[in-house]
């Protein structure tokens, strides 16, 4: 238990990178949730720490329990600490599950489930504001399922312009001209439950500064053609990608139940190679 924490619900751990905070928490069929403060998003909703609240905005990758079961009780205590309603994007297959989940919940509980929930399927872009937008991808798991893209967006000068002086760029904006380019930066990408596939499809996975994703099982004897089948990854699938991760840091979590931390961060010591092992940080 954490101390520092007026309500210590569910556990979760906390890594700063480049400016961004990721918290969360993540084991195969028991709960996955995360957030990032910075960009008050959040990524699914299998439980939520009493500290998560206060982030307004999540993306559900898929309907699993383990990542779907605290939706109401998020919903629910929202409303109970006066907060604004929540906006909550879940596939678009899941929807109208969801919406009659919460109007379950709303007769169950006695308590209006207030939230904005919203549809998505793969290549929907939310903006989140100005600089950030998130765009929509589909994974490869047992049920229709989501992964979702933070990117960063800046105008710069277009190359045709750059060393012009500031009078000629403000005269041709005035005039019209459209002097700038956007140009996105892949910040956070988020898988949820993926095969290996899901990565391969969206090479945004690869390029992302930060890659938050599942690697259920480590041990050899595990056959990875029924991994992959339900949807998962296995230790050898990085392996096999290691040269293609470029990303600055990779989250590496959801790991089986069957093992204790102490095989996962043994096993990945032994048989990751350095350059991979040194980006990854395993989240048991
Ligand atoms: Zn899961
Ligand atoms: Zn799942």
Known sequence: MNADRPVDNAPYQSLAHGGLTIEGWSRAAVQSYWRIPELKVGFDLGAQP????????????????????????????????????????????????????????????????????????????????????????????????????????????????????????????????????????????YTGDTAPAGLDKNPACFEAKILITELSFIRASHRRDKIHKFGHMHLDDFIERAAQFKNELIVAAHFSTRYHPNEVRKLLDVKLPAELKAKMKLWV
Not at 102 to 121: F, N, P, T, W, Y
């Open 50 to 189: 009493w500290d998560f609240m206060g982030t307004p905005t999540w993306f559900v990758s898929h309907t699993h329990l383990d990542h779907v079961a605290a939706l109401p009780v998020y919903v629910a205590r929202r409303r109970m600490m006066k907060m604004d309603p929540p906006t909550i994007y879940v596939p678009a297959e899941s929807f109208d599950d969801v919406k009659k989940l919460m109007v379950i919940m709303h007769r169950l509980d006695r308590g209006r489930q207030l939230a904005e929930l919203k549809s998505v399927q793969a290549g929907d872009e939310i903006e989140l504001s100005r600089e950030q937008v998130v765009s929509v991808f589909d994974t490869v798991h047992t049920i229709p399922s989501r992964g979702f893209v933070v990117w960063e967006r800046r105008n710069k000068l277009k190359d045709e312009f750059v060393g012009l002086p500031g009078e000629k760029i403000r005269d041709l904006k005035l005039s019209g001209v459209a002097i700038t380019r956007e140009v996105r930066i892949p910040l956070v990408a």
